[in-house]
């Protein structure tokens, strides 16, 4: 079992950048898959399936990203100090959402395509707010 805490999160206007941060503890953190998803305002946080994987890391080091992020956001991993990190730049006010960490055995590299299926562990979030 891994533990992840999200941080990074705040408000920043539209165009700005703001980069997240998820800290790994637990000794599977270095062969999970990790990645990053979103919960846009008016939906049930509580409903873990609605969100939307926008980025993964996986534990060869390849990356994947949803359409929405492509190019604007990128995925990176500290494997020395298991972290993971979302760089996000030219925001946009449809990237507001509280942003989730999560990891698991297997991610699939089509991270938009994550149908729901229970994760072996999900951060807390973090606000992420565009204005």
């Known amino acids: 079992e891994v533990q992840l805490e999200e941080s990074g999160g705040g408000s920043v206007q539209v165009g700005g950048s703001l980069r997240l941060s998820c800290t790994c503890s637990g000794y599977r953190c270095s062969t999970y898959d990790m990645g990053w998803f979103r919960h846009a305002p008016g939906k049930e946080h509580e409903e873990i399936a609605v969100r939307e994987g926008i980025a993964v890391i996986k534990s060869d080091g390849s990356t994947g990203y949803a359409s929405s992020v492509k190019g604007r956001f990128t995925i990176s991993k500290d494997n020395a100090m298991n972290t993971l990190h979302l760089q996000m730049n030219s925001l946009k006010p449809e990237d507001t959402a509280m942003y989730y960490c999560?990891?698991?055995?297997?991610?699939?590299?089509?991270?938009?395509?994550?149908?729901?299926?229970?994760?072996?562990?999900w951060g807390q979030g973090t606000q992420v707010t565009v204005s």
């Open positions: 999560a990891a698991d055995p297997i991610l699939p590299v089509k991270i938009s395509m994550w149908n729901g299926r229970p994760l072996e562990s």
